[in-house]
């Protein structure tokens, strides 16, 4: 099976920013996707952002559209997220998660999960 670990997360104020990284111990047919989740306290997990390793599609959740920006390093099976202008409102756990296909509402049949790497955005 498929390990990620994220890491990345930390502290800044609000318009800063910060990278998440999820490295992936192996790629699979059952973890061509790539993305994405949050949840912050006394909140669902949602959605943030996806990425296709077959092809290179990239889709957002509209909250962070122009702030975030997800990328791929092949070499490397890693999948970064850059966090850009960062809102309070962005505080939360990052979950790193891997599935079948990325879509613009999430990744379908989802398989693995990270660990989590906390941000936290300052007012």
């Known amino acids: 099976q498929v390990q990620l670990v994220e890491s990345g997360g930390g502290l800044v104020q609000a318009g800063g920013s910060l990278r998440l990284s999820c490295a992936a111990s192996?790629?699979?047919?059952?973890?061509?996707?790539m993305g994405w989740f949050r949840q912050a306290p006394g909140k669902e997990r949602e959605f943030v952002a996806a990425i296709s390793w077959s092809y290179v599609g990239t889709y957002y959740t509209d909250s962070v559209k122009g702030r975030f920006t997800i990328s791929r390093d092949d070499a490397k099976n890693t999948v970064y997220l850059q966090m850009n202008s960062l809102k309070p409102e962005d505080t939360a756990v990052y979950y790193c998660a891997a599935g079948r296909e990325a879509t613009s509402l999430g990744i379908r049949y989802l398989q693995v999960w990270g660990q989590g790497t906390l941000v936290t955005v300052s007012s």
């Open positions: 192996g790629r699979t047919l059952s973890t061509a996707a």
